[in-house]
């Protein structure tokens, strides 16, 4: 195992070698983007070259475009995930001017992405993987695309686990790097909650339930609305609100949002529940609830629990994915059962039942998250994998020109 370097000694050993590609051609706004935008400004921020390929208009075109450390390369068409020659095109123009290492966030791109390289051979590539995978991907092509990739970034051992049963990945080229919270910015002790819950209807007599998550069937917000219709007609008379954050994927047409509206006005609490829209100031939302829900169907490993959790709000999470890597041994929160209202309910009337309880899972939350999910350690990792990737990578440059040379 090769020891950590010192952040510092990575930034002036990558200074030569590294110029970052990062890759994430998406229309959506949620974690996967978010953290493809933070890690290349992290990285552009320590003085290294970072370029962005994007689609243009994207969130994350508009969110990186005020950046000046960042350099944006917006495309105005969409590739296919195999094979397109247009951003091959794009890639080798890119890797003329310099780019040394490409990192995709889109594990679909692959294909595109991938079989070019095989002829850029001192081009290091790296692809981060943000979801679950249900179905097994070991095909020959697969395998061969795979074959090229230097390394297979995934954020939970949970996922490690995912990736190594269904992708034709080894064990060497799957590392696990957790996500990473600025403890600055995520420090409930610089946060006032009380304007946001103003905004909600909430006094200091309320008690406020919150989820955080794209307006999307898998997401749970029906299931919450289920479990608040539940706990207010047994209600003990106590002030609750329920906080849903967030809105629904650009371009959807689905209607989910409007579907749950109906749902509330069908339950008649539309006094207790508050849609309250996408939310720039997370830090300050998560200080505002008492209790955070993250009741989704699968996620990966979920950027908002450990936002809570640094915020020393305690979760109630679905047991699925990641779950128990995020809560432990339900020390910072309780698991629920997926789709499961009743299940909710009952969790919920847990919590809100038992201040002491709230109190010992946020504040030893909190603790747990700052030793394992630190936004300093998140890049010194990913600067480690760069370094090894490009001597590697320039190892076996030399190594093909010697072979080359002896034969003639």
Known sequence: MEPELDPSVLVESLEGSLDLLVVC???????????????????????????????????????????????????????????????????FRLIESGVSLVHTHQTSLLGSIA???????????????????????????HRLIYRRVDALCVMSQTMRDNVRATFPIRERQ?????????FEKFDPKRVDPSRQRAQWG???????????????????????????????????????????????????????????????????IGDQVVFAGYQENIPEVMRAFDVFVMPSRQEAFGLVAIESL?????????????????IGKEEFGLLVKPDDAFDLQSKLREMLDRPDLRHQMGAKGRAHVMVNYGRTARIRKTLELYERTLRRRLLRREELLRSKCLKH
């Open 202 to 268: 909430a006094d200091d007599k309320t008690l406020v339930v919150g989820l955080v998550g794209r307006i999307d069937p898998a997401k749970g917000q029906a299931t919450l609305i289920k479990a608040a219709a539940g706990l207010l007609k047994n209600s003990k008379h106590e002030q609750i609100k329920f906080v849903i954050v967030g809105e629904e994927t650009l371009g959807s047409t689905g209607g989910h949002l409007q579907s749950l509206r109906d749902m509330v006005t069908q339950f008649g």
């Open 310 to 326: 640094a915020m020393e709000r305690p979760i109630i999470i679905s047991n699925s994915g990641s779950a128990l890597e995020i």
């Open 174 to 182: 799957l590392k696990v790097i957790h996500l990473g919270l600025d």
């Open 115 to 141: 079989p070019w390289l095989y002829a850029r051979s001192h081009v290091g590539l790296i692809a981060s993987r943000h979801i679950m995978s249900d179905h097994v991907k070991k095909s020959f092509f």
């Open 25 to 91: 051609l998406s229309h959506s706004w949620g974690g996967l983007e978010q953290v493809a935008a933070s890690d290349a400004v992290d990285a552009a921020g320590l003085g290294l070259r970072v370029r962005v390929l994007v689609l243009q208009g994207s969130p994350i075109h508009e969110n990186l475009a005020h950046r000046k450390d960042v350099e944006l390369l917006p495309l105005e068409f969409r590739p296919r995930n195999t094979f397109d020659l247009k951003l091959r095109t794009e890639l």
